[in-house]
């Protein structure tokens, strides 16, 4: 069974940057597509960013091209770079798992991190 464990969050300034990293163990996750979803207080769940096996990327339109993420050769770690933030990226970021993803909704992803908590607040 795969566990995933994030990293790298945290309260940074609106404009700031921050890397959250995923970790995978237990089985092999490379087959996986790997996201980040986030979830505000009192807002569902938002899918941010994707990536697929063979490097295929996917990115929410809140986040387009202020968002990078990028998984090594393994495809057992990623990172979900985060550039140019806003309040309105505060939430708690979780990495998981999609054994595929074709509509890109949350509903898609069976494996989860326990969530990392972002803040953008100056």
């Known amino acids: 069974q795969v566990q995933l464990v994030e990293s790298g969050g945290g309260l940074v300034q609106p404009g700031g940057s921050l890397r959250l990293s995923c970790a995978a163990s237990?089985?092999?996750?490379?087959?996986?597509?790997m996201g980040w979803i986030r979830q505000a207080p009192g807002k569902q769940r938002e899918l941010v960013a994707a990536i697929k096996s063979d490097g295929t990327t996917y990115y929410g339109d809140s986040v387009q091209g202020r968002f990078s993420i990028s998984r090594d050769s393994a495809g057992n770690t990623g990172n979900l770079q985060m550039n140019d933030l806003k309040p309105e990226d505060t939430a708690v970021y979780y990495c998981?798992?999609?054994?595929?993803?074709?509509?890109?909704?949350?509903?898609?992803?069976?494996?989860w991190g326990q969530g990392t908590q972002v803040t953008v607040s100056s």
């Open positions: 998981a798992g999609a054994p595929w993803l074709i509509f890109r909704t949350v509903t898609e992803f069976s494996v």
């Open positions: 237990g089985s092999p996750f490379g087959a996986y597509v």
